[in-house]
């Protein structure tokens, strides 16, 4: 019998931060309260796929404080191993977020400078324990963009990874705000992406992150996918070792109204999901993670290497992720059976008994 995606162990590695929220779609401090919970990219991928009954470890720095111990024990309530969490530093990364409506878009505020990531380097995690009996490895753009020593440790974890076999892959994640420690995302994001076997990226992570364009306009409400294949070229050709890039298609008609779908090349191949209308956007936060991790899973699910294969991956990455649109904080906090039913056609949202 065929080893499935359930059978096999993931890594992820990055930065978890606290999130502040002002409630019921208000603006921050509108009312002097804010919800409380955790989140970060790699964070995210690893409780999606915990939530569809894979092995994950998660590997980051956190504070030995009451905050450090809360998002371990939220982490491991979820499913996901925490180990190999260096505890050290002494605080964990904040974020203020407030959710967009209509034309009010969503807005992200960092307090993340000092905190307990920040101070990793080289050789502070043991890769060859955290890669024990690992299948899979994924990280992000974002935490080489924290500062040197993360990049460092970033691209240590990668070449370990290859050396033991593992998968590579690697969503972009291009954020302006982060990278001012000196060197530019194209110079650490280059040399990153030589040890990618599957890239996430968008057409603006390609563009600042690797010095690849593609003519697009994201805000017109209408993109062509046909495009992300010539995209999808580009990068294959300078990058040799990546066999597959994957790109989410968002078209943007207001903030709680998106067109939502995603496209998957490899060498030989290009295909498209279904799209999904999704007009009450409860929070878009984590939409590429969910995307993220339903891409991880669907490719260790079908074989992507078969037309059949590469589809059924790409619908379930796009289901799991337009259904994380419904669900506040920046985990996808539904199962595999959701993700199925809706890949399968069921979009009702029909009471269930």
Not at 74 to 83: A, F, P, Q
Request: include cysteine; aromatic fraction near 8%; proline fraction near 3%.
């Amino acid at each position: 019998m065929a080893e499935s995606a359930k059978d096999k162990k993931y890594v992820t590695f990055g930065e978890v931060m606290l999130r502040l929220s002002p409630p019921d779609g208000e603006v921050l401090f509108q009312t002097p309260r804010l919800a409380a919970t955790f989140g970060g990219a790699e964070a995210n991928v690893a409780v999606s796929l915990a939530n569809y009954g894979c092995r994950v470890e998660y590997v980051t720095a956190a504070p030995n404080n009451p905050v450090g111990d809360a998002m371990i024990r939220e982490l491991r309530g979820l499913g996901v191993s925490t180990e190999h969490v260096l505890r050290r530093g002494d605080r964990l990364g904040v974020y203020f977020t407030e959710t967009g409506a209509d034309m009010r878009p969503s807005k992200v505020v960092y307090d993340r400078a000092n905190s307990a990531i920040a101070e990793v380097g080289p050789g502070d995690f043991d890769w060859d324990a955290a890669f024990d009996g690992a299948s899979w490895f994924h990280t992000t753009g974002i935490t080489p963009a924290i500062a040197e020593g993360t990049a460092a440790a970033a691209f240590e974890a990668v070449i370990k990874a290859k050396e033991k076999g593992l998968t590579v892959s690697c969503d972009l994640n291009y954020r302006n705000k982060l990278w001012k420690w000196g060197k530019t995302p194209q110079e650490v994001m280059s040399g990153i992406a030589y040890c990618v076997d599957v890239m996430i990226a968008n057409e603006e992570d390609c563009q600042k992150c690797l010095g690849i364009a593609l003519d697009v306009d994201v805000t017109s409400g209408k993109i062509d996918a046909s495009k992300y294949e010539r995209l999808a070229k580009k990068v294959m050709a300078s990058f040799p070792n990546v066999k597959y890039l994957a790109v989410s298609l968002r078209e943007s008609v207001s903030a709680d109204w998106n067109n939502w779908s995603v496209v998957l090349a490899s060498r030989d191949g290009f295909c498209v999901s279904k799209k999904y209308e999704i007009r009450d956007i409860v929070d878009r936060i984590g939409g590429g993670d969910a995307f993220g991790a339903g891409l991880i899973f669907g490719m260790n699910q079908w074989n992507p290497a078969t037309p059949d294969g590469a589809q059924n991956a790409a619908d379930f990455a796009a289901a799991a992720s337009a259904l994380k649109h419904t669900i506040r904080g920046d985990y996808n906090r539904v199962s595999l059976d959701d993700v199925l039913a809706l890949k399968g056609g069921d979009s009702s949202g029909r009471v269930r008994r």
